[in-house]
Antibody
């Protein structure tokens, strides 16, 4: 059974860079079939797609976040990572990583999520 | 920017049938948008229910079904149960590797 686990600081200061890692177990991140994505959910609000990456490093980003987001992959560690720069309180959210289906059209397996709070 | 629309809330009686929809602020939803559906209860990660319009994810009971109804994607729950009370989100594939979530529907079973 595929499992995903987010990790990283739970508190980030305004204007700094949020960094999270998703560790994949029970399967290979280098599988040619799947993309890997990041999604977030501000407290009490809906889900928002942040971006996706293929094991080769090819990325897609949400247009609204593109200028601040970088997603990377480390196949040797079976991990992929998210960096979001110049954060504000509006970036406070639960951040989820997920495996995406073929063609990156949907999400299959989800991590449990991690809350990141932006505050000084 | 295209907005994906969902009913903010819906209610259904236990044992009843409910259809939630997923539309576009401009245009019609077709299978080419690969609509997918997710269930989320408070404090939990989303659970994948349906992908590619009408394919159930592994372990999802056949009470949940997906379709295209008119110009929208639809999620139908038949024989609603108390633990179906959740938030439901749709996702549409917009092409060029991008997806968009709908705003979600809060379903009450009462």
């Amino acid at each position: 059974q595929l499992q995903l686990q987010e990790s990283g600081p739970g508190l980030v200061k305004p204007s700094e860079t949020l960094s999270l890692t998703c560790t994949v177990s029970g399967g290979s991140i280098s599988s040619s079939s799947y993309y890997w994505g990041w999604i977030r959910q501000p407290p009490g609000k809906g889900l928002e797609w942040i971006g996706s990456i293929y094991y080769s490093g090819s990325t897609y980003y949400s247009p609204s976040l593109k200028s601040r987001v970088t997603i990377s992959v480390d196949t040797s560690k079976n991990q992929f990572s998210l960096k979001l720069s110049s954060v504000t309180a509006a970036d406070t959210a639960v951040y989820y990583c997920a495996q995406m289906g073929v063609g990156a059209t949907n999400f299959d397996y989800w991590g449990q999520g991690t809350l990141v709070t932006v505050s000084s | 920017q295209t907005v994906v629309t969902q009913e903010p809330s819906f209610s259904v009686s236990p044992g009843g049938t409910v259809t939630l929809t997923c539309g576009l602020s401009s245009g019609s939803v077709s299978t080419g948008y690969y609509p997918s559906w997710y269930q989320q209860t408070p404090g939990q990660a989303p659970r994948t229910l349906i992908y590619s319009t009408n394919t159930r994810s592994s372990g999802v009971p056949d009470r949940f079904s997906g379709s295209i109804l008119g110009n929208k994607a639809a999620l139908t729950i038949t024989g609603a149960q108390a633990d179906d009370e959740s938030d439901y989100y749709c996702v549409l594939y917009m092409g060029s590797g991008t997806v968009v979530f709908g705003g979600g529907t809060k379903l009450t079973v009462l």
